[in-house]
């Protein structure tokens, strides 16, 4: 089974540019998430998306941060413009069944390492 | 709020050494503990779920318990290869999954 794919693994920008990951889900899996994972501290989620609707984005940026799950498969996460301090991994999960009421694993892929300058 | 706190910040251990690693929470309606093992420049990966308190699951040389407030990974002989990053995380109420800062351990040959 093919585990969640993220690209790119690296970026490279300067501060005030925009950038965009892409994250591919587990196949089957209608619950995706999005995670800041600073240097030394563990997954902050950032956003849940059940199918294409969003669950819950309460700790997103919104003045910068922006993210999209067209179609229920692929997601999208943009920062725009970034700051220095959103210098992170930002990793996708993802999990078969939607945390509410019942059992659920998440599953990570390896990350997109940002660093801004 | 919840709050997960893990300690220690990092351990190093001898080959063969066993030790645990503490995982302390606070949440609203503990829906879930989990662990997992992050190694540099990859992502987590899952180890184990424990829901309810006197829960205990294995696998190879670990073995995870969990009380009402508090959880352990038991490592027991540990070898290099287990050298990684462990961490916990609960899930409460709010279906949020927070996360712990993690131990970061270290098995010499």
């Known amino acids: 089974e093919a585990g969640v794919a993220q690209s790119p693994r690296y970026k490279i920008i300067e501060k005030r540019q925009s950038v965009a990951f892409w994250c591919n889900p587990i196949s089957g899996h209608a619950t995706l998430y999005w995670y800041q994972q600073i240097l030394g501290q563990g997954p902050k989620l950032l956003i849940q998306f059940q199918n294409n609707g969003v669950v819950d984005d309460s700790q997103l940026p919104k003045d910068r941060f922006s993210a999209e799950r067209l179609k229920g498969v692929d997601s999208t996460l943009k920062i725009q413009p970034a700051k220095l301090e959103d210098s992170a991994v930002y990793l996708c999960?993802?999990?078969?069944?939607?945390?509410?009421?019942?059992?659920?694993?998440?599953?990570f892929g390896a990350g997109t390492r940002l660093s801004v300058l | 709020e919840d709050q997960v706190t893990q300690s220690p910040e990092a351990l190093r251990l001898q080959e063969g050494e066993s030790s645990s690693l503490n995982c302390s929470y606070t949440?609203?309606?503990?829906?879930?503990l989990f662990w997992y093992r992050q190694d540099p420049g990859k992502g987590p990966e899952f180890l184990f779920t424990?829901?309810?308190a006197g829960e205990e699951k294995e696998k190879e040389r670990l073995k995870a318990t969990l009380t009402k407030k508090e959880s352990f990974l038991h490592i027991t002989a540990p070898k290099p290869e287990d050298s990684a990053t462990y961490l916990c995380?609960?899930?409460?109420?709010?279906?949020?999954?927070?996360f712990g800062a993690g131990t970061r351990l270290t098995v010499k040959p």
């Open positions: 949440v609203s309606g503990l829906r879930g």
């Open positions: 995380a609960v899930r409460g109420n709010n279906n949020d999954m927070r």
């Open positions: 424990l829901y309810s």
């Open positions: 999960a993802s999990s078969l069944r939607p945390p509410f009421g019942g059992k659920n694993i998440q599953y």
